[in-house]
Every structure is written in structure tokens, then in C-alpha cells.
T-cell receptor, first 113, second 110 residues
Framework: NAGVTQTPEFQVLKTGQSMTLQCAQD?????MSWYRQDPGMGLRLIHY???????DQGEVPNGYNVSRSTTEDFPLRLLSAAPSQTSVYFCASSRQGAVDTQYFGPGTRLTVL | GESVGLHLPTLSVQEGDNSIINCAYSNSASDYFIWYKQESGKGPQFIID?????DKRQGQRVTVLLNKTVKHLSLQIAATQPGDSAVYFC?????????FGKGTRLSVIA
């Protein structure tokens, strides 16, 4: 199993641009989530999904959209990038929801100029 | 709101010594706790977890202790090695998505 994969590894955007961060897992996990990590901070939840077709907001959802059309994929869309969205983004998945071991991807390092 | 926090932001330990990383939580409804290790440039890696019906759980060289009375969680690493150098996060869940603390950096002195 590849586990949780994320693309791209690095990305630079200009303010106002949009893009999609990709996340995929091959463990047949129902639960997937997106976090952002800023220097000196812990991980903050952006959005999460308990299964295909179901998504919900986390702690910091503004400026981001998600969809979950398949069990495997959980893309994160930045609608109009802002410098405040410069961060490292991590996708995670787990078998049995939030109260279970979360497996993290390697992260996407995003810079918004 | 309630949040997860850590007592020590940095910890330096001599190689071979034991390390203890502490974490305070404030949500008494939390019933699941996890410790993660994050090496530079990588995603968090699961170390060990514990549920609220337990006080102690051991893994390979690691032990997690849970004191529900004072809402305290600790991670003990035995015979600390240079490869243990990383940032360690505790996280809690009261049945909702995990809430992470800000992390403690562990530096191992050779």
C-alpha cells in the first residue's frame, strides 16, 4: 500500500489564483481530513469527510472547498489564494472516523505571493 | 474554547537517557488520545494511542500515561536515540475530529 499520497509536494501561487491540492489513500479508509500547519502551531482542521458524498467543516474552513466523490480521493480547493493561506497542508485518513489512528500524507508546501 | 496544550515547548535530552514529554488537556469529555512524531519536512507519524478507560499503555520503547484526574497525558521514551529528535504532538478527541496541541521539540544530545 502507498498509504496517503499528496500532490504537489511544493506549490507557489499568486494572490487570487485557484488550485486544487490532491489527496488519495489506498487503504479503503472511510474518514479523511485536511489540516494546515503553520510555524509554531499545531495542526488545524480545515475540512473532513466521514465517507463518500459527505463533507463537513473543521476549525478553519474559510477559503477552502472539498468534495468526496470516491472513497479514495479527497481534493482540497483553494478558491482565490491569499497570502494568509501560505502553509503546509496535510491530508489524513483513518478507518473508523475521528476517534481512530489518523495516517498522514507527506504534505504540500504552499506559498502564496 | 477548550484546547490541548503542552507544558514544555522544547526538551533537550542526552542520548541514552529517558525522555518525558507532557501534555495538558482541558476537555473532560475527551476519550481518545494520540501521540504523533513529526520529523522535519515530513507528515506526522503515529506513535501510540490510549483510550480513557486505560491509565497506561506501552509500545516499543514508548509508554503513554493518562491521568484523568488532573487531565494530563505524558509520553515516555526509553533510552532516547538521535532518531527520536523530532516534534511531538499530543491530540485528543471527545468523539469529534482530533484537536492537536502545538508540539514539543525533542533534541537528543549525542
Amino acid at each position: 500500500n502507498a498509504g496517503v499520497t499528496q500532490t504537489p509536494e511544493f506549490q507557489v501561487l499568486k494572490t487570487g489564483q485557484s488550485m486544487t491540492l490532491q489527496c488519495a489513500q489506498d487503504m479503503n479508509h472511510e474518514y479523511m481530513s485536511w489540516y494546515r500547519q503553520d510555524p509554531g502551531m499545531g495542526l488545524r482542521l480545515i475540512h473532513y469527510s466521514v465517507g463518500a458524498g459527505i463533507t463537513d467543516q473543521g476549525e478553519v474552513p474559510n477559503g477552502y472547498n472539498v468534495s468526496r466523490s470516491t472513497t479514495e480521493d479527497f481534493p482540497l480547493r483553494l478558491l482565490s489564494a491569499a497570502p494568509s493561506q501560505t502553509s503546509v497542508y496535510f491530508c489524513a485518513s483513518s478507518r473508523q472516523g475521528a476517534v481512530d489512528t489518523q495516517y498522514f500524507g507527506p504534505g504540500t508546501r504552499l506559498t502564496v505571493l | 474554547g477548550e484546547s490541548v496544550g503542552l507544558h514544555l515547548p522544547t526538551l533537550s535530552v542526552q542520548e541514552g537517557d529517558n525522555s518525558i514529554i507532557n501534555c495538558a488537556y482541558s476537555n473532560s469529555a475527551s476519550d481518545y488520545f494520540i501521540w504523533y512524531k513529526q520529523e522535519s519536512g515530513k507528515g506526522p507519524q503515529f506513535i501510540i494511542d490510549i483510550r480513557s478507560n486505560m491509565d497506561k499503555r506501552q509500545g516499543q520503547r514508548v509508554t503513554v500515561l493518562l491521568n484523568k484526574t488532573v487531565k494530563h497525558l505524558s509520553l515516555q521514551i526509553a533510552a532516547t536515540q538521535p532518531g527520536d529528535s523530532a516534534v511531538y504532538f499530543c491530540a485528543e478527541s471527545p468523539g469529534t475530529p482530533l484537536v492537536f496541541g502545538k508540539g514539543t521539540r525533542l533534541s537528543v544530545i549525542a
